[in-house]
């Protein structure tokens, strides 16, 4: 699985596919449900914003940082922010940092 193209250029490690999920394609950060990577991916794309800022969040919270925008672009994080940050638990000063720090250097949310 190669990164998205708008990440690839400032990924410093991602988890490389066969590394992602185990044997039943479950991926190593939904060590607490059991879900597909498939049925992960289905639940981003979720008409329910709510469905959508749970499962982003359980990302955040779970995976590596980085693996994190493999799955999705940092728009869709900003506009489910106000939903989404009450499932972060501890990452949530990381996640806080991360993005103050990006729009204070000018990055574009994209």
Known sequence: MAPPFWYAGCVLSYTPRERLTDAEDRPYFLWDCDLTLSQFREG??????????????????QAKPDDVFLFVRPREI?????RLVRYLGRTREFWSWLFETWEGQGRVWQ
């Open 44 to 61: 981003l794309g979720d008409p329910d914003p709510e469905v959508r800022a749970y499962l982003i969040g359980k990302l955040m919270r």
């Open 78 to 82: 900003r506009d489910l922010w106000p």
